[in-house]
């Protein structure tokens, strides 16, 4: 069962957290997020998931970036996002999608618990010009049945801004 955009706002402060809220965007059973002007783009040609790939910051001027395809470029939300007894999810807006703009490859799925801004995996088709503050992509919310743990990795709780991949902590185990 997915949450209305009525029982999403009535359940913000208490089991769901999207600071700042703005009504205006929020939808039937959803709510819209922003994208935020900081973005990351990796340093090198070839990654290395067994280690910390060196990325490079870029910054979304007033009049829009253009992003080349091909290339990953990570961003992140302006919203700070939590969940206490909700699965989030997070999709593309179709304005978004239909102009070649994926904002996430892999990684639309949250975790029961998670506190944090959302890292955006950014891929487009063709040159596309973008812009900070535009509604990128919506979150919307799963009932979970049954008993839980809830989410607590040290690797992405409660980040403070755009994260690359920190898969390579995984092999240090």
């Given at each position: 069962?997915?949450?209305?955009g009525?029982?999403?706002?009535?359940?913000?402060?208490?089991?769901?957290?999207?600071?700042?809220f703005?009504?205006?965007?929020?939808?039937?059973?959803?709510?819209n997020?922003?994208?935020?002007?900081e973005?990351?783009?990796?340093?090198?040609?070839?990654l290395d998931?067994?280690k910390?790939?060196?990325?490079?910051?870029?910054?979304?001027?007033?009049?829009?970036?253009?992003?080349?395809?091909?290339k990953l470029?990570?961003?992140r939300?302006?919203e700070y996002?939590?969940?206490?007894?909700?699965v989030?999810?997070?999709?593309?807006?179709?304005?978004?999608?239909r102009?070649?703009?994926?904002?996430?490859?892999?990684?639309?799925?949250g975790?029961?618990?998670?506190?944090?801004?959302?890292?955006?995996?950014?891929f487009?088709?063709?040159?596309?010009?973008?812009?900070?503050?535009?509604?990128?992509?919506q979150?919307?919310?799963h009932?979970?049945?049954?008993?839980?743990?809830?989410?607590?990795?040290?690797?992405?709780q409660?980040?403070?801004?755009?994260?690359?991949?920190?898969?390579?902590?995984?092999?240090?185990?």
């Amino acid at each position: 069962m997915i949450l209305s955009g009525i029982e999403i706002k009535k359940k913000l402060g208490k089991e769901i957290i999207i600071e700042p809220f703005n009504e205006e965007q929020l939808n039937p059973n959803s709510y819209n997020l922003r994208l935020h002007n900081e973005l990351l783009v990796y340093d090198e040609p070839t990654l290395d998931m067994k280690k910390e790939n060196k990325v490079k910051e870029l910054f979304i001027p007033e009049e829009g970036l253009v992003l080349e395809p091909g290339k990953l470029y990570l961003g992140r939300t302006v919203e700070y996002t939590g969940t206490n007894n909700y699965v989030p999810m997070l999709e593309g807006r179709s304005s978004i999608g239909r102009l070649g703009l994926f904002i996430h490859i892999t990684a639309g799925f949250g975790d029961v618990g998670f506190q944090g801004f959302w890292t955006l995996e950014i891929f487009c088709v063709q040159p596309i010009r973008i812009y900070s503050g535009v509604q990128i992509c919506q979150i919307y919310y799963h009932c979970i049945e049954g008993d839980y743990d809830e989410y607590t990795s040290g690797k992405y709780q409660n980040n403070d801004g755009v994260q690359p991949s920190l898969l390579y902590k995984d092999f240090e185990r």
